[in-house]
């Protein structure tokens, strides 16, 4: 009976934290290409939770921990069809669409995991005035956030995406979200 309390008082503290956390700004209007060729714009997130992040293939740090930390999340919401990921190149010169088709290969196992590249101003603007995080000095320079977005194109919250206690509380928040609707 205590283990049942103890998680309806967690359940209850999860919900609490993210339906009282201010919505930081809106998505902005945006198109990028997909790994695949097809184009995706902001209507992609419209009635699905989103988590963004921006990455390069080439990198060495942070980027394959954090693309392992998304392949991890897209494994446990697998069943889920409101959930889906978008990883944002900050070095669209080197990532071409068979680099980044490539690279979706070694992470992804769903069809709900984008991989996009665009001109790199468009870039650098999404990232600093249409998500609020840093782009200086790209490729290496962009955020290690992951931006959790709602289903009505909110941006509610961020997360460190290369440390494992972020990733818990992101996975908390997504199931949070899920529960209401």
């Known amino acids: 009976m205590l283990g049942s309390f103890g998680l309806i008082v967690i359940d209850k503290a999860a919900r609490s934290r993210i339906d009282n956390i201010n919505f930081i700004g809106k998505v902005p209007s945006f198109s990028l290409t997909n790994f695949d060729g097809s184009v995706v714009t902001e209507k992609q997130l419209n009635n699905k939770i989103s988590i963004v992040s921006f990455m390069f293939t080439q990198c060495e740090g942070a980027c394959p921990i954090m693309s392992n930390n998304i392949a991890t999340l897209q494994e446990r919401f697998s069943s889920s069809k409101d959930i889906q990921f978008?990883?944002?190149?900050?070095?669209?010169?080197?990532?071409?669409?068979?680099?980044?088709?490539?690279?979706?290969?070694?992470?992804?196992?769903?069809d709900n995991w984008f991989f996009l590249r665009g001109d790199i101003l468009d870039i650098i603007d999404l990232s600093e005035k249409g998500f609020f995080l840093d782009a200086k000095l790209l490729p290496a320079g962009h955020s290690l956030r992951f931006v959790l977005v709602d289903k009505e194109l909110n941006i509610r919250k961020y997360y460190k995406g290369d440390e494992i206690s972020n990733i818990v509380?992101?996975?908390?928040?997504?199931?949070?979200l899920l529960n209401q609707g």
């Open 169 to 176: 509380e992101l996975q908390s928040d997504i199931v949070t």
């Open 86 to 110: 978008l990883s944002i190149t900050t070095d669209p010169d080197f990532d071409t669409l068979d680099i980044l088709n490539q690279y979706s290969s070694n992470y992804s196992k769903n």
